[in-house]
């Protein structure tokens, strides 16, 4: 199957400081990534879904001026966690949609922490 | 709205048989997923049904009625390696997923 790699897979962090999780396609291009948050104990909560050479569409509630999402080529997007503050540690998933009705495919997952 | 609802968590003894039902209410219908999740990890793929009926992959049997809005996912011959949590999710209309909140599935020796 298609294969994302998301990167970094833990990252800690200090409060007001920025971190930027990389998605990247490694064996097709995606057009679209979606980016999820995940809190413990709940499920997948999409944020926002990139597309390539056009911007990001996000979902309500989330904040396009702290997360900032780049889809720079077909092979790779960005999420920036801008001003980091503790409530925004989770653990962070991208997925590129699998063409019509096939199954997603998901990177790793990033663990922020926010000290 | 649209809505995915199955149990928050169940607890099953290892070598026996478990059913996880998930219920949904969607805008359209294209197809409905079976993931594991393992803490700290991103999910991996059970199963996909779009028709009713049951599909069977090994050890997993995922079930679907699209007139009930109704799938359950069955895991025979439980193993501890199977303590995860499953979610269920469904891709809509515009073939975007949705998903369940996802049941924590707790196996005890």
């Known amino acids: 199957g298609a294969v994302v790699s998301q990167h970094p897979s833990r990252v800690i962090c200090k409060s007001g400081t920025s971190v930027k999780i990389e998605c990247r396609s490694l064996?097709?291009?995606?057009?679209?990534m979606f980016w999820y948050r995940q809190f413990p104990k709940q499920s997948l909560m999409l944020m926002a879904t990139?597309?390539?050479?056009?911007?990001?569409?996000?979902e309500q509630g989330v904040e396009k001026d702290k997360f900032l999402i780049n889809h720079a080529s077909l092979t790779l997007s960005t999420l920036t966690v801008t001003s980091a503050h503790p409530e925004d540690s989770s653990f962070y998933i991208c997925?590129?949609?699998?063409?019509?009705?096939?199954?997603?495919?998901f990177g790793q997952g990033t663990r922020l922490t926010v000290v | 709205g649209q809505n995915i609802d199955q149990p928050t968590e169940m607890t099953a003894t290892e070598g026996a048989i478990v059913q996880i039902n998930c219920t949904y209410q969607?805008?359209?219908?294209?197809?409905l997923f079976w993931y594991q999740q393992h803490a700290g990890e991103a999910p991996t793929f059970l199963s996909y049904?779009?028709l009713d009926g049951l599909e069977e992959k090994g050890r997993f049997s995922s079930f679907l009625s699209r007139s009930k809005g109704y799938s359950y996912l069955l895991l025979k011959e439980l193993q501890m390696k199977d303590s995860a949590s499953y979610l269920c999710?469904?891709?809509?209309?515009?073939?975007?997923?949705?998903w369940g909140a996802g049941t924590k599935l707790i196996i005890k020796p």
């Open positions: 997925s590129a949609p699998g063409a019509g009705v096939t199954e997603a495919f």
């Open positions: 049904n779009v």
């Open positions: 990139s597309n390539e050479g056009s911007k990001a569409t996000y």
């Open positions: 064996d097709f291009q995606a057009t679209t």
């Open positions: 969607t805008s359209g219908f294209n197809g």
């Open positions: 999710a469904v891709k809509d209309s515009n073939y975007q997923l949705i």
